[in-house]
């Protein structure tokens, strides 16, 4: 039977242990590379991240390695996840930031890997299953639904020890294709499909719309949480031991993000700083307000002038190591 709150996630059986601790705030993502070959229509890396060798946890930047533990730290990280790009294409990556983590955090700190798919050789997973404690893979055609379907029987006949399943966006139109993949993949022992709201973002959005999606709140594209529930309904009771969850985009931005910057705001915030319920923190910065201040000033500037250079504003922001970006500034006085 399966279970959902309205709109936000609905699971069938249970849900990875890779989610569960997304749900609580306390997995670090770990961007490896926002290099990828796949090149899927509806992909939300941001440009700015899009095709660079970059690494980020979370949204800091990272160029040392600590700079990962004290990400981890700031957020009391139970667990992580690699994430691109496609992270395969920097296995050394992979293999000094995994030992890193199971050094300092134990053999218990969750890991979980997405890959796309066409670089996971069997070779691959066996060498990930040493390394990782979940292998997320993103099929898109009937050859690599294929390729999955052979990666778990090879699993199973190998014994290797990782979990393994698909991600995937529900795609208005198509879930008969994930109905039958679904059944499928319970039949070769995978152990999850997790279902994504397929998401639009300000660089997908023309696409998107081109090709006949209708774009929704939240970053949501329209018919995907329908589509989700047709697909979950005929799938309980013809599959015997699959997990399937589907994780809306509102879930993703009120619970997950805002319970991790909950986290971060409350272990990291400093001495003249409050932390609030939204994951942002809130202090008063003196003196003159800041440089670009009018884009996200909450009060009318004509009531604002009189303050500035004595009492201060109030700002609210992320609580990144930078506190940007700033969410709103009010002056003091104003309330
Ligand atoms: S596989 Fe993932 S990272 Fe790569 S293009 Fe597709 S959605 Fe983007």
């Not at 509806?42 to 899009?50: A, E, G, L, T």
């Not at 990556?93 to 979980?112: A, Q, T």
């Not at 589509?227 to 309980?236: I, N, P, Y």
């Not at 986290?263 to 202090?283: D, I, P, Q």
Request: charged share 30%; aromatic share 8%; proline share 5%.
């Amino acid at each position: 039977m399966a279970r959902s709150s309205p709109r936000l996630s609905l699971f069938l059986r249970g849900i990875p242990e890779g989610c569960r601790l997304c749900m609580r705030g306390s997995k670090l993502v770990i961007f490896l590379t926002g290099v990828c070959p796949e090149g899927c229509f509806y992909c939300p890396i941001s440009p700015s991240r899009m095709g660079r060798r970059l690494v980020f946890a979370d949204e800091e930047r990272v160029e040392k390695l600590s700079e990962i533990l004290e990400e981890a730290d700031a957020i009391g990280a139970e667990g992580a996840s690699f994430t691109g790009g496609e992270p395969l294409l920097e296995p050394r990556r992979i293999e000094v930031v995994s030992r890193m983590l199971k050094d300092v955090y134990g053999d218990e700190f969750h890991i979980h890997l997405y890959t796309g798919g066409s670089l996971l050789s069997r070779s691959m997973l066996r060498w990930l299953s040493r390394l990782v404690d979940e292998v997320r893979v993103h099929p898109r055609s009937r050859a690599q639904w294929e390729h999955v379907v052979r990666l778990a029987e090879y699993r199973g006949l190998e014994g290797l020890d990782v979990s393994l399943g698909v991600e995937v966006p529900v795609i208005p139109g198509r879930g008969d294709e994930l109905v039958y993949w679904i059944r499928r993949l319970d039949s070769v022992g995978v152990d999850f499909v997790n279902l994504n709201e397929l998401e639009w973002a300000p660089h997908t959005a023309t696409r998107l719309r081109e090709m006949g999606f209708r774009l929704g709140d939240h970053g949501a594209v329209e018919g995907s949480w329908e589509e989700a529930v047709r697909v979950l309904g005929e799938v309980a009771s013809s599959t015997r031991r699959i997990m399937v969850h589907y994780c809306s985009s509102l879930y993703k931005d009120r619970v997950q993000l805002r319970m991790r910057n909950y986290r971060k705001a409350l272990r990291s915030r400093r001495g003249y700083e409050v932390e609030e319920v939204e994951g942002l923190v809130a202090f008063l910065e003196p003196g003159r307000p800041p440089i670009g201040f009018e884009d996200y000033c909450s009060i009318d500037l004509s009531r604002c002038w009189p303050c500035i250079g004595v009492e201060g504003c109030i700002v609210e922001a992320y609580p990144s190591r930078s506190r940007l970006p700033r969410v709103s500034v009010r002056c003091r006085g104003s309330g």
